[in-house]
């Protein structure tokens, strides 16, 4: 990250005008009535005397705004001084600028205004904006440049400290630009005025509220940032793996630390779940024990009733954690993980692609499967996923260096290579990435990778790089930038997670900074596929969550609550937010959840989702989906291909409540109760023929959607007798009017059953 506030400013010269009355007077007249959404900021003391700057190294003096909610500025007020009676100064207003202490990127908001003095001495000048600048952030700036001889800036003369401060930020109100555009920080204010019209959207229904003390979690520096979810004792609340502490979830009500009572002993770097030996009970796999000069690791195996007994684990050395993901790797049905490190220590660091071996033991094969840049490359972020929805694992790598990214593929014979490298996917962006996140956030079917990436500020500022954090699929197996993201540069952009946090059926997204003094940030996905920030309405402002976070429901009240750390301690935030959708949740137990693929249909949609072991800056999420179903009446269906390959179709779901879904308790797709199911012509231009056989007579429903679940006509809903029946599809949706050409899925439900194919329309 660049640092460029270098240094504090020395004293300005002072200059007395008089008593300040005429000031005192001016502002008694024009402080707004925040009562009434107008507010005047200001963050200079009127009470003393006037100084001013006098180094001509000074090329522009900017002050600093805090805004309390998202507003609209509409007025400026600047007073400046001199003998000069026409001088003048160009005023510009910058925003968020990527949350930097000072305008560091120097993107205008409104074009840049002149300012200009009509008389010498102190004079007030009112500058209205033509067009009004809406501001989201938490800052904007007043800047001044080309401010002619005779004229100056004026700062009052009281001292104050930084706002906020820490290794490479330090926040004041009053900043100077110098010949090389570096900046540094002044103790006292400019006498400017913004005056801003509070939107005043409260938080929806309550927000996200902190829990971490009253639910009896430590307030404390954690020496792991690892986070790990998991329902330990099967009682249908998840709990927690934090700080290599096993804390158990007494029904959303309280945390209670059983580490000790569980027989975990010692204190990892990273600390996962995972279900070792396939006997259906959680294990728990420590990574790079501290105190250890071997950065030895442990699994501590459940013996069924929560009692844990450690083995130790002949592992390579891991002294950096940065991501840990676990996934079937060679298809045997025993779980494997990829470690990636960091290389904050090691001068090349070293990943590992770690084999079960059945015996509660892993065995590295790294050199054996991974490419030479996938075992070195510095780890910001890697998780196991299926890009092209064939049933096995791939491996993405997000790199810290920025050029070095890893789409695994599996090859035959178990090995694999680099799509990236290979121009099978195109990620090239400039910028170094921080953590990553895989999820179907607009229910296509397909993938989506959430990449938050840090682009240093000349790449923001001079090459005009920008850093949007979501890559989509635009053609069959490659993903580009998504062109429509309106997501707010921040220079020290960390991790960031998927998920629904408002249960419309469209995954939100959070994105958190690695700073102290900088702020996370909540989008919510709206309609047509954009994200508008919405972190005020959501009760999150002001919140530095750092290097990484997730969505998860700790109560099973339904709505995503969310864990992360904030200034280095664990805080995990209930979600009061009351959208009144609809919701389902999936627990998927077996030997083959990890990398299983759902999908949740009903009357008017599809969803997809992914069960995902480890992701992003070492967390885990749990073996269980949240799928927000927005405003549906009912679930059809839901259903499950398994890692190994098994269909499964899901009915009797519960809406509004967690569902267990045991491996195997469903039949088959093999098993479809609709027979003989034909749709011809194929492609069509004038209308398709869907015909199919029931061997009994039953309801069916025999339905057109979209590629992305999304139901375009209903052709058949009722009881039919047994035998053949063709039906029709026009082309048309429910309405009558003709849809556009492309690919169609029809869906038959029957029996408890289900089949579907696709249709290609051709106008």
Known sequence: MVTYMARQLPYPIYREYGTMKFLLLFLACTVGAAANGIDTLRTYDARGGYAYYADPSVTMQAARFDLSAPGTLQTVVVLLGGPSSGGSATLHIYGHEGGLPAPGVGRDLVAPITVRKSHAGVERIVVPLKRPV?????????????????????????????????????????????????????????????????DFRSATNGGFADMTSSLGLPDSLARSSSIAWADVDRDGYLDLLVDGRLYHNDHGARFTNITAQAGIAGLPRAAVFIDADNDGAIDVLFLGLTGSDSGASALFVNDGSGRFTRHALDLPSIREPASVCIGDADHDGFLDFFVGQSGARDVVPRNYLLINNGHLGFVDRSAELLNDSARTVPVAGAQWVDVD???????????????SDQLLRRQVGGAYRNAIQYGQAGFGTAGARAGCHWADCDNDGTMDLLLPVRSALAMERDRGETNRPVLKRVAAGRYDWNATEPVEYEEARAGGAWGDVNNDGLLDMILTTSCNCRY??????????????????????????????????????????????????????????????NHVELDLDGPHA?????????????????????????????????????????????????????????????????????????????????????????????????????PVAGDIRVGIYTMGGTCVRTLVDARQPAGRSVVVWKGDDANGDRVAQGTYIYRLVSGGHEVSGKVVLMR
């Not at 290794?167 to 540094?184: H, I, N, V």
């Not at 064939?390 to 790199?399: P, Q």
């Not at 799928?627 to 809406?655: C, K, Y």
């Open 520 to 581: 996370a940030s909540i989008y919510e996905q709206v309609e047509g596929g954009a994200f508008a920030q919405r972190t005020w309405e959501y009760g999150f402002a002001r919140v530095a969550a750092g290097r990484d976070a997730m969505w998860i429901d700790f109560d099973n009240d339904g709505r995503l609550d969310l864990a992360t750390f904030v200034d280095g301690r664990f805080r995990l935030y209930r979600n009061a937010c009351n959208s009144g959708n």
């Open 389 to 403: 929805n064939v049933g096995r694992l791939d491996l993405f790598i997000a790199s810290d260096d920025g050029t």
């Open 134 to 198: 809406h501001i989201l952030s938490h800052q904007f700036f007043v800047a001044l440049d080309n401010v002619s001889p005779g004229v100056t800036v004026l700062s009052d003369r009281r001292k104050r400290n930084t706002v906020c401060a820490d290794s490479t930020d330090s926040y004041a109100f009053q900043l100077l630009r110098g010949r090389r555009r570096q900046w540094a920080w002044g103790v006292y204010s400019y006498l400017i005025d913004a005056v801003v019209e509070y």
């Open 594 to 694: 990890v990398g299983a693929r759902a999908e949740v249909y009903t009357g008017n949609g599809r969803y997809t989702q992914v069960v995902t072991s480890g992701r992003g800056l070492l967390m885990q999420d749990p073996l269980r989906l949240h799928f927000g179903l927005a405003g549906a009446s009912r679930i059809d269906s839901a259903v499950i291909l398994w890692s190994n390959g098994r269909r499964e179709v899901q009915h009797d779901l519960v809406m509004n409540s967690l569902n267990r879904i045991r491996e195997g308790s469903a039949s088959g797709a093999e098993d479809v109760a609709v027979q003989e199911v034909s749709a011809s012509p194929n492609p069509f231009t004038t209308h398709v023929e869907i015909a199919y056989t029931l």
